[in-house]
């Protein structure tokens, strides 16, 4: 062969001993012969993998997002809660005092040892008024023997306090309920409230007069004794230019009273007729 084809032919017959040996040598290597030794890969399924895996990262990272998300927002509604928080703090404070106020008021809190409504408080002060001018027509009814006093006292269980009335025996020295009053002293005890109760209203009416009592019933429970000290105190009433009016079926009641109006009933009904006492 002409000297040129031999350089030629010896190029590359060196090229393919050079590319043998570096062969030669990565098939010497472990790890390449531990991965020959492994069964062929498939594509198909790695791409199929690649695939599902793609997916959940997808989902994992708009999931990840998301959080991000509701924890800015919780951290924005965290603040806004600490403020709100901050602003209510004295409207609290103010509301808790109020409600303070609100159960003393109503006689419900704890701090309230009578458990006395407002409304009770301010009318146990005027009740006491009553009680004290209502025991001077008292006196005379029961000939001395009882006096209205006004009691704060708490009653049994859960009642409450503030407008009680407790009547003074003088006979036995002690305090007696008004509930121990037979059917004739609670009529008269309550005829002296009503007229302790009108001379109260006249007070703080600015002088106002009440000019006329109307007075029902109760008067056939009294006996002989007390109904004539009852009329002896309407009476004294008359005498001062006012006008007592009693409406009563007790017959002794006639004598005592100079002008009636007798309400007499009939086939077609009833008719008023006017009686004057006999002299």
Not at 51 to 75: G, I, K, M, P, V
Not at 252 to 273: F, M, N, Y
Request: proline share 2%.
């Amino acid at each position: 062969l002409p000297a040129a084809n031999q350089r030629g032919l010896r190029h590359r017959l060196e090229q393919w001993q050079t590319e043998s040996a570096a062969v030669a040598a990565e098939l010497a290597d472990p790890q390449v012969a531990a991965a020959a030794r492994e069964p062929r890969a498939d594509p198909a399924a790695a791409e199929a993998a690649a695939e599902a895996a793609t997916r959940l990262l997808r989902e994992a990272s708009a999931r990840d997002a998301a959080a991000r998300t509701r924890c800015q927002e919780l951290d924005r509604l965290s603040a806004q809660a600490v403020a709100d928080a901050r602003r209510l703090a004295p409207l609290r404070e103010e509301h808790d005092r109020l409600a303070r106020l609100a159960t003393l008021a109503a006689g419900t809190s704890a701090e309230n040892e009578r458990r006395m409504r407002l409304e009770a408080y301010v009318l146990a002060a005027r009740l006491e008024q009553v009680a004290a001018a209502a025991s001077a027509r008292l006196r005379r009814m029961s000939s001395g023997r009882y006096t209205l006093v006004h009691s704060d006292a708490r009653t049994g269980g859960r009642g409450r306090s503030g407008l009680g009335l407790h009547v003074i025996d003088a006979w036995t020295g002690g305090e007696r309920d008004t509930a121990t009053l037979s059917g004739g002293e609670t009529f008269f005890v309550s005829l002296a409230l009503a007229l302790g109760l009108a001379d109260v209203v006249t007070d703080e009416a600015g002088g106002v007069r009440l000019d006329t009592l109307f007075i029902d019933e109760g008067f056939g429970s009294l006996d002989e004794q007390t109904l004539d000290e009852v009329l002896d105190v309407l009476d004294s009433l008359r005498e001062r230019d006012r006008t007592v009016g009693i409406v009563s079926h007790v017959a002794d009641l006639r004598r005592r009273i100079p002008a009636r109006l007798e309400v007499v009933k009939g086939r077609d009904g009833s008719t008023v007729r006017h009686r004057a006492a006999a002299h």
